[in-house]
């Protein structure tokens, strides 16, 4: 990733989240699963394996005052899901929750799941995993081995952060639940990996 690009991409094109949604073919994602009100797709430029964000289909700008109490249980609700589903494919040391985005940019209100895998040494946990900076687009340093693992799918090459996770999970119906999800993603993969 451009990383020059996609700033100026977030800071002058239109809401990614819409974008996607409306099919335009210029902000393509994996939809991992979703219901009436959410929506949930894997990062496109993954940090960390399976990492996968979540974003209530209406254009909402503010997590705060944006959604009533009933909408914002409803969307940690779904946040909850899809990260438990995500916690039982990758197994991870810690999954790490959080909302970004800005006024300037990236103003559609999505939250990020990122898996944390076992024995990443702890100067290079929380932010440092996370900054988009310090890792490649198809290729995530000391995944836990679960590189060459996961089989390639979805145009991921192997080795790919989200190679499993797309092969496994982006089609299912909605109403499926989380232990579904994790349950299907396993089995399309084949791995066995937890």
Partial sequence: MDLEVYVER???????????????????HATVFEDADHVAFLDRW???????????????????RGLDE????R?????REIA???EAVYGPER??????????????LHWHIAALPPGVPYPEQ???????EKRCSHAVAGAGGLNGRASAG??????????GMTGGVRLLPAGRTAEGIAGRDRSARGCGHR
């Fill in 126 to 132: 929380q932010f440092d995993a996370l900054m988009t």
């Fill in 70 to 73: 009933a909408a914002c249980s």
């Fill in 10 to 28: 977030a800071r002058s094109g239109p809401c990614f989240v819409c974008a996607f949604l409306a099919g335009d073919p210029d902000y393509p």
């Fill in 46 to 64: 993954p940090t960390l394996p399976g990492k996968v964000l979540v974003a209530p289909k209406a254009h909402v700008e503010h997590v705060v």
């Fill in 95 to 108: 999954t790490y929750l959080y909302s970004l985005g800005s006024q300037q940019g990236n103003a559609h």
């Fill in 154 to 163: 979805g145009g991921h090459g192997p080795g790919c952060a989200q190679a």
């Fill in 84 to 86: 438990l589903a995500v």
């Fill in 75 to 79: 969307l940690m609700l779904f946040v």
